[in-house]
């Protein structure tokens, strides 16, 4: 994402544009990845003095904030960050807590505005904020005037929110999507409870917390922030659900781990209140005028979308495989600008072999990515021949924009049989191939061409008997017809 941020990668992260996108802004190329690890050290250190800001906002004493800070820092929330920091939970939660101060004090509807609509750009979590802001605003408004305010705080946000998903990476075709809730993986969720549960604990500050709802302020501050918290603490038991039976078992128990570090602000601010000389929360800010400032970067953070390169990105989001996404989002652009320019591009089975696990990481550029249905489970990741195990397999090619393609297929077969290559629904031609190599050369006219990762399928009646074998792909521009 760092790379390209204007090109989408996958849902849903690939809509959590805006750290990427700051990092790939600033940074060259070779230091993205060690942009990626400051950034999650810089965003600890930034919500270390947010919580900070914030606890003392509620009233907390200084004694009980620097220990519920410490507290934090060393929770396994936070710990699980340096595993994979070019996730974007500290910098996430950073905005929230500063929303969340933002919330408290009573700021100009711009100024909240503000880490709403970044939060709209990082993580989806900011429209669990929405209740809180309406009962804080209800403490001294009617229901109307409570409803415009937080309307209107939350406007940008919903803006941001629909316009990037309705015009980046627009699908030409709506599927339905393959990892929607299912009772399996709701099982696969229930079961994995008992073996997260510890987590919860948040390495003892649960414990505080728990102790500190003897006091009635404490029991208060869980009264009026539930309809916050309680859909944060179910977030993380959702993860077995969007990631497929099959990831969840590897996944599951990092993904609540990780997950739980937006409950930590609320379990440090309740935990705080076990000392007896806790006080009570400062006084809001009196309504003044809107801050320029802030006004300025909403409106910059909501016309940010339109500056995104609407190429037309494949659904990638069956799978939350990092390596084959990384290598498909960086190896497709790449083959994209290679034609727009004009050059041939050929892809040989005997130099394109890798294997994750097996293949240095540094060969990363050999991944199959041109390969998607019909090639046998992993294909990209193949070392082997590529041979159609299907009667429809289908190959990716990029594109920067709709123009007449020629596609050379050299191929061969265990046993004559035909062999049709299609292209926007229509055949585009077909050949006769065996034992011998076949050239196969179809010259696909630009209308059934678009910006964007072009799905070509192969047909193949036999395939699952003559094996057809890809020895050779070619491409390169056609003359215009």
């Known amino acids: 994402m760092a790379e390209d941020p204007r090109y989408f990668t996958v849902a849903p992260w690939g809509y959590r544009i805006l750290?990427?996108?700051?990092?790939?802004?600033?940074?060259?190329?070779?230091?993205?990845?060690?942009?990626?690890?400051?950034?999650?050290?810089?965003?600890?250190?930034?919500?270390?003095?947010?919580?900070?800001?914030?606890?003392?906002?509620?009233?907390?004493?200084?004694?009980?904030t620097l220990l519920a800070v410490a507290a934090v820092m060393a929770t396994p929330p936070?710990?699980?960050v340096f595993a994979n920091p070019f996730l974007v939970e500290p910098f996430s939660l950073?905005?929230?807590?500063?929303?969340?101060?933002?919330?408290?004090?009573?700021?100009?509807?711009?100024?909240?505005?503000?880490p709403l609509t970044m939060l709209a750009l990082t993580k989806e979590i900011w429209i669990f904020l929405l209740p809180l802001i309406y009962l804080r605003e209800r403490e001294s408004a009617t229901r109307e005037a409570a409803l415009r305010r937080a309307g209107s705080a939350a406007?940008?946000?919903?803006?941001?929110?629909?316009?990037?998903?309705?015009?980046?990476?627009p699908q030409t075709v709506w599927?339905?999507?393959?990892?929607?809730?299912?009772?399996?993986?709701?099982?696969?969720?229930?079961?994995?409870?008992?073996?997260?549960?510890?987590?919860?604990?948040?390495?003892?500050?649960?414990?505080?917390?728990?102790f500190?709802?003897?006091?009635?302020?404490?029991?208060?501050?869980?009264k009026e922030h539930a309809l916050t918290l309680t859909p944060l603490l179910v977030l993380p038991l959702l993860a077995a659900?969007?990631?497929?039976?099959?990831?969840?078992?590897?996944?599951?128990?990092?993904?609540?781990?990780?997950?739980?570090?937006?409950?930590?602000?609320?379990?440090?601010?309740?935990?705080?209140?076990?000392?007896?000389?806790?006080?009570?929360?400062?006084?809001?800010?009196?309504?003044?005028?809107?801050?320029?400032?802030?006004?300025?970067?909403?409106?910059?953070?909501?016309?940010f979308p339109l500056a995104l390169d609407r190429y037309w990105r494949i659904d990638l989001s069956t799978t939350r495989d990092g390596p084959y996404v990384l290598g498909f989002a960086r190896e497709s652009l790449r083959t994209a600008r290679r034609l727009e320019r004009g050059q041939g591009v050929v892809f040989d089975p005997a130099e394109r072999r890798f294997a994750w696990g097996v293949s240095s990481p540094s060969d990363l550029a050999k991944l199959r990515f041109f390969l998607r249905d019909g090639f046998g489970p992993l294909a990209h990741y193949g070392i082997h021949d590529i041979r159609i195990r299907e009667s429809l397999a289908t190959l990716t090619i990029p594109l920067l924009q709709a123009r007449p393609l020629r596609l050379t297929l050299t191929m061969d077969a265990r046993d004559s049989a035909w062999v049709t290559v299609l292209a926007g629904g229509a055949k585009a031609g077909e050949a006769l191939i065996g034992p011998q190599a076949v050239a196969l050369t179809?010259?696909?006219?630009?209308?059934?061409?678009?910006?964007?990762?072009?799905?070509?399928?192969?047909?193949?009646?036999?395939?699952?008997?003559?094996?057809?074998?890809i020895l050779r792909v070619e491409m390169s521009q056609a003359a215009a017809r």
């Open 442 to 469: 179809v010259e696909i006219p630009k209308e059934r061409l678009f910006r964007g990762d072009n799905v070509i399928g192969l047909q193949c009646e036999k395939a699952a008997t003559v094996l057809p074998r």
């Open 175 to 210: 599927e339905w999507p393959q990892n929607t809730v299912s009772a399996e993986r709701l099982l696969v969720a229930f079961e994995g409870i008992a073996r997260v549960a510890p987590q919860f604990l948040l390495g003892g500050l649960t414990v505080m917390a728990a």
């Open 241 to 303: 659900v969007y990631t497929g039976a099959g990831a969840a078992n590897n996944f599951f128990e990092d993904d609540v781990r990780r997950l739980l570090i937006y409950v930590l602000p609320f379990a440090a601010a309740v935990a705080v209140q076990i000392d007896p000389a806790h006080d009570a929360p400062s006084t809001p800010l009196e309504a003044g005028s809107p801050n320029p400032l802030a006004r300025g970067l909403v409106i910059a953070l909501a016309l």
């Open 94 to 114: 950073a905005l929230l807590i500063l929303a969340l101060i933002a919330i408290e004090r009573r700021v100009s509807a711009w100024a909240l505005a503000l």
């Open 78 to 80: 936070v710990a699980a």
């Open 19 to 64: 750290l990427p996108g700051l990092i790939g802004a600033i940074l060259p190329p070779r230091m993205i990845v060690s942009g990626f690890e400051w950034a999650a050290r810089l965003s600890l250190v930034a919500v270390s003095g947010l919580l900070f800001v914030y606890l003392r906002t509620r009233g907390a004493t200084l004694r009980a």
């Open 155 to 169: 406007l940008p946000a919903i803006w941001v929110s629909v316009l990037i998903r309705a015009m980046w990476a």
């Open 212 to 222: 500190a709802l003897f006091r009635p302020a404490a029991r208060a501050y869980l």
